[in-house]
């Protein structure tokens, strides 16, 4: 089950700026870092955005994360039709001494 | 380049043991900065963390699945296994081998294997 909160879907059309966010608790998100992952449709996640913000080499700089207190968000600005897929949200768990993801984000392109 | 792939049975029955083995490529399992995760996906849900185990055999399970789960690491071959027992219809997902970063900021799920579906039935 997840621990962490996201929207089911989120949509917006080609050039727009489109936010997910992701609701937590202190002992996740308000104690830990948090990373975004991107799943293309048929395909494993990829990692998207580390440490709250820092992307990976090779990630365009349209996706960009933020944290504060107990949610965090993840921004996609000139929003591409290959940018249609689901997103996830994770951080360590201190109470549950675990790895725990959100409930997944599905954004569409209209 | 670094490779992952997860191979074992698709199928498995209801109260039997689940066994999966990841190869890894391009990387020694060995190396201290990474963890050697499972995470799996239910069809059509989102991802769950399994657990992981390092390089010098530690193991951290999720504490929904601790009693029923382990986990081991084949440096000769540089592969990594997962067992869960008891299993039920409720473990049936796509089942990711993951190598885990070790950074300052804390872990990051870098490499991901293709992922392998496991169906249990009743």
């Known amino acids: 089950q997840s621990v962490l909160t996201q929207p089911p879907s989120a949509s917006g059309t080609p050039g727009q700026r489109v936010t997910i966010s992701c609701f937590g608790s202190?002992?996740?998100?308000?104690?830990?870092?948090v990373n975004w992952y991107q799943q293309l449709p048929g395909a494993a996640p990829k990692l998207l955005i580390y440490?709250?913000?820092q992307r990976p080499s090779g990630v365009p700089d349209r996706f960009s994360g933020s944290k504060s207190g107990t949610s965090a968000s993840l921004a996609i600005s000139g929003l591409q039709s290959e940018d249609e897929a689901d997103y996830h949200c994770?951080?360590?768990?201190?109470?549950?001494?675990?790895?725990?993801f959100g409930t997944g984000t599905t954004i569409i392109v209209l | 380049q670094i490779q992952l792939q997860e191979w074992g049975p698709g199928l498995a029955k209801s109260s039997e043991t689940l066994s999966l083995t990841c190869t890894v490529s391009?990387?020694?399992?060995?190396?201290?900065?990474?963890?050697w995760t499972w995470i799996r996906q239910p069809p059509g849900k989102g991802l769950e963390w399994v657990g992981y185990?390092?390089?010098?055999?530690?193991?951290n399970y999720s504490p929904s699945l601790k009693s029923r789960v382990s986990m081991s690491l084949d440096t000769s071959k540089n592969q990594f296994s997962l067992r869960v027992s008891s299993v039920t219809p409720a473990d049936t997902a796509l089942y990711y081998c993951?190598?885990?970063?070790?950074?300052?900021?804390?872990?990051?799920?870098?490499?991901w294997g293709q992922g392998t579906l496991v169906t249990v039935s009743s």
């Open positions: 391009g990387v020694s399992v060995n190396s201290e900065i990474y963890y």
């Open positions: 994770a951080a360590w768990d201190d109470s549950l001494r675990g790895y725990v």
């Open positions: 185990i390092s390089s010098s055999g530690s193991t």
């Open positions: 202190d002992s996740n998100i308000g104690s830990n870092t």
């Open positions: 440490s709250n913000h």
């Open positions: 993951v190598r885990d970063t070790i950074a300052a900021a804390g872990s990051l799920f870098d490499y």
